[in-house]
């Protein structure tokens, strides 16, 4: 079990143990989590699950694929090197806690 | 039991009001088979769409890697255009042609669309605030504002719309997955041949001249940047931006206008808060979805409320009758601007999801914002507008309305 944190804009906090398989955009999706969107389910069809993520180069997480890169290019907020598609990100045994930051501008 | 026998459009009650028969379906038939060999199967609750449209094995194509055998086999322009549009194709080039034509409405080419869909908008509401008497809002509003705009934002002069759009019903039967004749696709071959060339010239005379914040510019850089996009795929993705605004923004327009004069509440909330706009955008389209069904083709067997569905069994998912599912929303059926949590399924999802959204949303929140403002007295004359018949896209095909009010 991964344990992920989602932290909203105005402070508040979500927190969620998510099962390997799951991702950090599913995980919020079943929570109804604010502001992660998903439209694409996981497609890398649109930026919808943007977050950033704490302390990014902690080399738990997956590298970026290009198709990443490329969508990030289409975020509503900001991009910043913190910024990460949610839906590739999978929870899973290797990573005990990950905290996330969910944009604040979301239509 | 066969959908037909609640999908009657020649059933005077199902034209008038189509959501009794989408319930009883839901409740009774959530799986109901169309056809004599059951071999199309219709789909009516939220929870089983969703499904199916984020499950990456379902295809828009009917078998894997083939086209339908009605737009014919050789290279003409239609089959041309069938096998290059987004919407009518698969993994993996509709990976690589959806990935190229995303940066046209991400949020930085909104931000530079934002004022001239503005000053459409605003313009056409000061026509309508000339009016003294009744005037048909599809005519005047409906169809001229989501032209102006398609217009624009392919660079066409606004005064070429009606050329423009005079080919679209052939072309679009091409499109869908409904069987041509062979008149049929000997007009949608024209028709095609006509965008190639139209859009073509446009495409030729811009080259250069647009950057990535504009739609254009991002494909044409896309284009240039190694040829990861031919000149065919460009023209195609273009006229599909310009077929997708059209319909579904008139469709939407009108019935925003329709549901918010039939709920007067509704319209004082929102001229009392203009910051609801969105929301109320999002719940028309929720309430009234422009698309009623779409087409995805089952990429396996699965089973699905004790029904076995069959790998290739063609699925027409309804779409209208999901947004009014009360297992998903509250109290469905009631037009509720204020409404959270409004994931309604009108824009599609999974990797198909209308890459227009943001530019619906815009149009949207304009539109609302300004009309109850500007146009406070506004008064429906014809509660009961006719309707077109086409099951799948659901549209007024008049709105009477006196704009300065009776």
Redesign the interface.
């Known amino acids: 079990m991964t344990k992920i944190i989602y932290r909203q804009p105005d402070g508040t906090r979500v927190t969620i143990n998510a099962a390997p398989g799951d991702s950090v955009m599913s995980a919020a999706l079943a929570a109804d989590v604010d502001g992660i969107v998903g439209e694409c389910g996981g497609n890398m069809m649109c930026a919808t699950c943007h977050v950033y993520v704490e302390d990014p180069g902690a080399g738990q997480l997956p590298a970026m694929t290009d198709d990443e890169d490329q969508m990030l290019a289409c975020t509503d907020a900001p991009r910043t090197t913190a910024s990460r598609l949610s839906c590739q990100l999978p929870a899973g045994d290797t990573i005990d806690t990950m905290v996330v930051t969910v944009p604040g501008s979301r239509t | 039991m066969s959908a037909l026998a609640y999908l009657s459009l020649g059933d005077p009650t199902f034209r008038t009001d189509r959501f009794p028969a989408y319930r009883r379906l839901r409740d009774h038939t959530p799986v109901a088979r169309v056809g004599p060999d059951g071999t199309r199967a219709v789909l009516t609750r939220y929870a089983d769409i969703e499904r199916i ?4 094995l379902m295809r828009v194509q009917p078998k894997a890697g083939e086209f339908p055998a009605g737009i014919g086999t050789g290279p003409g322009p239609g089959a041309t255009f069938h096998k290059l549009s987004l919407p009518d194709l698969d993994a993996p080039t509709h ?1 690589r042609l ?2 190229l034509a ?2 046209a409405f ?2 930085r080419a909104l931000a530079h669309m934002r004022s001239w869909v503005e000053r459409i908008i605003i313009d056409n509401v000061e026509a309508l605030a000339t009016v003294d008497g009744e005037v048909d809002f599809v005519e005047h509003f409906g169809m001229r504002v989501p032209a102006e705009i398609a217009c624009r934002l392919l660079h066409a002069p606004a005064a070429d719309a009606g050329t423009v759009l005079r080919r679209m019903p052939a072309l679009n039967r091409l499109l869908t997955h409904a069987p041509l004749t062979p008149d049929e696709l000997a007009e949608a071959d024209q028709a095609a041949q006509f965008y190639f060339d139209y859009i073509g010239e446009i495409v030729d005379s811009q080259r250069g001249k647009l950057g990535p914040e504009d739609p254009v510019g991002a494909l044409m850089l896309a284009e240039e940047a190694g040829g990861r996009v031919s000149r065919d795929e460009l023209i195609v993705t273009l006229v599909g931006f310009f077929i997708a605004s059209y319909h579904t923004t008139m469709t939407a327009m009108t019935s925003a206008v329709h549901a918010l004069l039939s709920h007067p509440d509704q319209m004082r909330l929102l001229a009392a808060d203009p910051d609801l706009a ?1 929301a109320a955008w999002e719940e028309v389209l929720r309430w009234q979805s422009p698309v009623h069904f779409i087409t995805r083709y089952a990429g396996y067997e699965f089973e699905l409320h004790g029904e076995t569905v069959a790998e290739g069994t063609q699925l027409l998912l309804g779409i209208a009758s999901a947004n009014r599912d009360e297992r998903r929303f509250a109290d469905p059926d009631t037009f509720d601007i204020r409404r959270t ?1 409004n ?1 309604h399924l009108a ?1 599609t ?5 209308c890459m227009g ?2 530019l619906s ?1 815009l149009e949207g929140d304009v539109l609302l914002r300004v009309l109850p403002q500007r146009l406070p007295a506004m008064t429906l004359t014809d509660p009961n507008p006719p309707w077109t018949d086409d099951l799948v896209f659901r549209a007024m095909t008049a709105l009477t309305v006196a704009p300065n009010g009776v």
């Not at chain 2, 449209?53 to 990456?56: A, L, N, S, T, V």
Request: charged residues 25%; positive net charge.
């Open positions: 449209f984020k499950d990456p990976t959806r990935k995303s940066p991400a949020p969105p949590g994931r824009f999802a999974g990797g198909h999801y959204a943001p949303r």
